[in-house]
């Protein structure tokens, strides 16, 4: 069965159509519900099965959407990985959340590419006409805010709020306030432990920025460090990350071998020319012995520009820190850079060691990514495991380092000593 069998109009289309739904739900006084629902990792999927695979989920996936909707239903396509779903009629918005859900369930079972099978997640953010907005930008909008929401957990959808709106960046100055935030003391650092895998010790932690809101509650990274960048405040973070993490592993209790501290930097800071010194000073103010800080730069960052980026790593480098690269397999690499990369560990991303267990096609990734570190005598790290068997499968296939839930969620400074001092090898 193919996608053109089905019904799925494109987004001109559905802009049309939904003013039409709207005036006739204006008129009967009924709702609609809109939503949006965003394929997780589609550029991976056609990275590692070409574009055909890619076609095969999309129109996999609505065929299961065809199959949960009602025939009163409405399916557009309005982006590489997205889709909107309009639920015309329903009484209330425990309906909308029970399609939602429905959806949701159509995924767990897998879906065969060119013969592998394949787990697919989606988000999906959900919007209320005319609850939550009264016109279609403003229906697909919150909808979007919904589904930036929804994103903080894969396998989960998210019904727009006053609340979400106030907590998601669209309507607040977070530039403004993250300024602010530096000096009102509301950043902290959590520690997410390393364990060597094949030892069974503790090899450090990932030092990972939280910020908590007076107002606003906990902000996620993920939301205000893009802003950061954008807005250059990003330099000041990573000043005071840096400064504060080298500070506190002096409070780390001594185990004999130094902990080390991984401390994450952004393309942009990369770029500065002034970064190495600024690691250096904050080693000298800290007086941080040499190896146990380490840098952590994601693939996609080191790749923007290679040669810049070789020669500041290769400075940094002397000033005894270790270089990580973060999310490895997600940044299109040549495998050709990696014969003088100036790093000793690579950290393979999460999202294949999430379903190495299920999906035989990530696991052959994260057993190739083991074996060409260990080619060209790098460290490996797997983060995001989240259970003993992904755990031991791992440390079956010669991983160094875990880091993920299984252990330990990041944790404030003071839980971290505690671990630290109740952690038993097994
Ligand atoms: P990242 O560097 O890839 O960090 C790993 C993220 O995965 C962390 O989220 C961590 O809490 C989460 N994680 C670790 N183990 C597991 C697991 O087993 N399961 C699941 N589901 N998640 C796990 P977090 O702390 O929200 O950080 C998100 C991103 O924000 C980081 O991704 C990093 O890119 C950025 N970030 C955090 N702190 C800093 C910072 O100080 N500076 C910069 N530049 N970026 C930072
Ligand atoms: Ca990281
Ligand atoms: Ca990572």
Redesign the pocket.
């Given at each position: 069965m193919s996608e053109q069998q089905f019904k799925v109009a494109d987004r001109d289309t559905l802009f049309r159509d939904l003013k039409d739904f709207i005036k006739t739900h204006q008129s009967t006084g009924k709702k609609l519900a809109l939503l949006l629902v965003k394929i997780h990792r589609f550029r991976r999927i056609n990275m590692v099965f070409g574009y055909e695979g890619g076609d095969q989920v999309l129109n996999e996936f609505v065929i299961r959407m065809h199959r949960m909707a009602r025939s009163k239903d409405y399916i557009a396509r309005v982006g590489n990985s997205e889709f909107i779903l309009v639920l015309p009629e329903i009484m209330n918005e425990g309906h909308a959340a029970l399609a939602a859900t429905k959806l949701q369930n159509t995924l767990e079972e897998s879906f065969s590419i060119n013969g592998n099978m394949h787990k697919v997640s989606a988000s999906i953010g959900v919007c209320i006409f005319p609850d939550h907005a009264q016109d279609v930008a403003e229906l697909i909008n919150k909808a979007e805010i919904a589904l930036v929401d929804a994103r903080s957990?894969?396998r989960l959808f998210s019904i727009f709020s006053e609340k979400i709106e106030d907590t998601e960046v669209y309507s607040w100055d977070i530039e403004g306030e993250l300024d602010k935030a530096v000096d009102n003391d509301e950043l902290s650092?959590?520690f997410?432990p390393q364990v060597n895998l094949q030892t069974g010790k503790v090899f450090g932690a990932?030092?990972?920025?939280?910020w908590r809101h007076p107002e606003k509650g906990f902000i996620?990274?993920?939301i205000f460090?893009p802003i950061?960048?954008q807005s250059g405040q990003?330099h000041k973070?990573?000043w005071w990350?840096l400064n504060t993490a080298l500070r506190l592993i002096k409070e780390w209790p001594d185990s004999g071998e130094p902990l080390k501290v991984a401390?994450?930097?952004?393309a942009k800071?990369l770029k500065d020319m002034s970064f190495v010194d600024s690691v250096r000073a904050a080693q000298n103010i800290w007086s941080t012995p040499g190896g146990q800080l380490t840098l952590?730069i994601?693939e996609s960052a080191l790749m923007e520009d290679l040669t810049t980026s070789f020669i500041t790593l290769n400075e940094l480098k002397t000033l005894g820190a270790g270089i990580s690269i973060?999310?490895f397999g997600t940044g299109y690499s040549s495998m050709a850079y990696f014969k003088n990369i100036p790093a000793n560990e690579l950290?393979i991303?999460?999202s294949f060691?999430?379903y190495m267990l299920e999906n035989a096609m990530d696991r052959h990734i994260v057993n190739t990514v083991i074996d060409l570190a260990h080619g060209f005598n790098l460290n490996v790290v797997a983060?995001?495991?989240?259970n003993i068997e992904t755990f031991n499968a791992l440390k079956e296939l010669g991983c160094n380092i875990a880091?993920?839930?299984?252990?330990a969620?990041?944790m404030p400074q003071n839980e971290f000593i505690q671990w630290l001092n109740n952690y038993q090898p097994e």
């Open positions: 957990n894969p650092l959590y997410q990932e030092a990972l920025i939280r996620r990274p993920d460090i950061a960048e990003i973070l990573t990350t401390v994450n930097v952004s800071v952590e994601t973060d999310d950290k991303d999460q060691v999430f983060e995001g495991i989240e880091q993920g839930y299984y252990l969620k990041p």
